[in-house]
Structures are given as C-alpha cells and as structure tokens.
C-alpha cells in the first residue's frame, strides 16, 4: 500500500506545474494577484466542500479542534505566500525554472524541518548526503534556467 502514497504523491507533484500555470492565467485575466488569488481559494474552498458532501466524513469534535496546535491553524495563511508567487512569476520564469525553484526551497526548507523536527515532523538528521542532495537541486535547476 505503500506505493499507492508514492503514486499519489508524483501526481500530486505533476498537477503542480499546471495549477501555477493555470492560476498565472487567471492572473493575466483579472489583471490582479490579489482577486486572483481569492478566485483560486474560492474555488478550492467548493472543491473542498464537494468532496466533504461526497464522502461525507465526521465532523471534528469541540475538543479535537480545541487540541489542535495553535501554529497547525496557519497553513491556509501559509500557502498564500506560494499561490501569490504562483500568480505573479509562473509564466514570467516558465514552468521548469518556476517549479525548479519552489521543489528546491521545499525540498531544502524540509530538510531543516526534518533535522529540527519541527512542525510536527520526526526527526531525520541533516546528513552530507541530505545536503548534497539539496545542492544537486540548486545545480539542476541552475542548468535549466542557463540553458
């Protein structure tokens, strides 16, 4: 089963590219990343809710939701940062340089949430494999914006 988690992730990673792209247009329409983005989380939001309606899971008790971590609230707020970056720079740089920067921040920035456990995550250390593997990122991508 856990190679269905791997399949799900790659696809999840493969919509990516064209969730910047597409977003960027509705940008380039609207004229502002701003309404934009309002459009886009509206639009999640019913996304959201129609999958709520589909499968119809339990509502989440008073004490589930009083036991959530002040800081595990934030992610929505989070993740303006990196659909306004989307809106603004995705047709500008181009999908291979865009999405090359944004996996390797991600990638990078996990790294030193993973050596840190922080947000959650276990501990899994910073090792010189770990960081040469972050560097590669920061070379390949280097390639594909020279060339």
Not at 81 to 97: D, E
Not at 101 to 121: K, M, P, W
């Amino acid at each position: 089963m856990a190679w269905l988690s791997f399949v799900f992730a790659l696809l999840a990673g493969a919509a990516n590219p064209f969730q910047a792209g597409t977003n960027a247009q509705l940008n380039k329409q609207l004229v502002s990343p701003l309404w934009a983005g309002a459009v886009v989380y509206a639009t999640g939001l019913l996304g959201m809710l129609v999958l709520l309606a589909i499968v119809r899971p339990a509502l989440p008790t008073v004490s589930q939701a009083m036991a959530v971590k002040p800081w595990a609230w934030l992610g929505g707020v989070i993740s303006i940062a990196s659909t306004i970056a989307g809106l603004a720079l995705a047709q500008r740089l181009g999908a291979a340089v865009f999405m090359g920067l944004t996996v390797t921040a991600a990638l990078t920035c996990s790294v030193l949430l993973d050596n840190s456990a922080l947000v959650g995550f276990r501990s899994h250390a910073a090792t010189p494999e770990r960081v040469a593997g972050c560097l590669l990122m920061v070379a390949g991508v280097w390639l594909i914006a020279r060339f």
